[in-house]
């Protein structure tokens, strides 16, 4: 079994970033799609399977939170784990983020912390992951 | 807050946001360098309950580097991928610092970093301040930052505002 991952950023490299984390992480990856704003990843997760979203907050077009409501009011796609990776630092915004079921990480974040994360969001066992790697 | 604590809480951010962002290491330096390499410079704009600016500055060879680290690539880079990845940094540093310094539970708005190619004059003033690094080979980064009214005021009401 593979997972689907949508990651939405505006900076390229911090989708890089990303991407890197997630290759070293030993999840077994499936599909991983790019968006730019919350707009573009609404496309992406209307035509899409996707298992899992990793999300900025602040965003040109469309921003994280807006993205994010959108997904909530939608049947299809309310339900699916969402992380927020930000750099947003305001207490009252990240409990506003929290109450809408979301994880969030502040950045700048180790790779374990981000691996750590996606694992729990996902359910899988790191360790059971990993032994099943060798 | 203090201007000096203010400088000091900015340190430990910068510090340790290169540190986990691109494993570089740091040292805060009670002077401003005077840079003469070529260096790339980029800024946000932010608003909120305090308008104002932060920047980074970097010398070429080592935004070169730190890119590389943040992308785990080892080959030259092109110029515009360095400037993503710096524009990137000052993102995460003006996220990190503005609650450090102005309140856990305000809400700022943190606009699109831009490059800039002249640095207007930053000086240690009653809107701002500069710091600089040094990294372990001896290269000097400078962040400054500056407000629309004086640092004392917005410290002040920061508090005034903070429940912690
Ligand atoms: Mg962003």
């Known amino acids: ?134 | 807050m203090s201007k000096e604590q203010m400088i000091s809480k900015v340190s430990d951010i910068v510090t340790d946001t290169f540190e986990k962002l691109a494993f570089l290491f740091l040292v805060p330096l009670d002077q401003i360098c005077v840079e003469e390499e070529e260096s790339i410079s980029v800024r946000v704009l932010f608003e909120g309950p305090h308008k104002g600016s932060m920047t980074l500055k970097v010398p070429i060879l080592k935004a070169q580097e730190i890119a590389q680290n943040m992308l785990g690539i080892d080959d030259a880079t092109e110029e515009s991928v360095v400037e993503d990845a710096l524009k990137e940094c000052i993102n995460i540093l003006c996220g990190n610092v503005l609650p450090e310094l102005f309140g856990k539970r305000e809400i700022f708005k943190i606009g699109r970093p831009f490059r800039i190619d002249l640095e207007e004059g930053v000086d240690n003033s009653e809107r701002g301040f500069k710091v600089s690094f040094e990294s372990e080979d001896g290269y000097c980064l400078t962040v400054s930052l500056l407000l629309g009214s004086s640092l004392e005021e917005a410290s002040k009401e920061g508090e005034a505002g903070s429940n912690d």
């Open chain 1, 1 to 134: 079994m593979s997972f689907n991952i949508l990651l939405v950023d505006d900076s390229a490299v911090m989708r890089e970033i990303i991407k890197k984390t997630l290759r070293l992480s030993g999840i077994p990856l499936g599909e991983l799609l790019e968006g730019a704003n919350g707009k573009e990843g609404l496309e992406l997760l209307n035509n899409n399977w996707v298992d899992l979203v990793i999300a900025d907050i602040n965003m040109p077009v469309m921003d994280g939170e807006e993205m994010l409501d959108a997904m909530k009011k939608d049947e299809n796609l309310k339900d699916i784990p969402v992380l927020v990776v930000s750099t947003e630092g305001s207490e009252s915004r990240i409990e506003r983020l929290k109450a809408k079921g979301v994880r969030f990480l502040r950045k700048p974040f180790s790779p374990e912390k981000l691996r750590d994360e996606i694992y729990d969001l996902l359910g899988v066992n790191y360790h059971e992951q990993r032994a099943d790697d060798f």
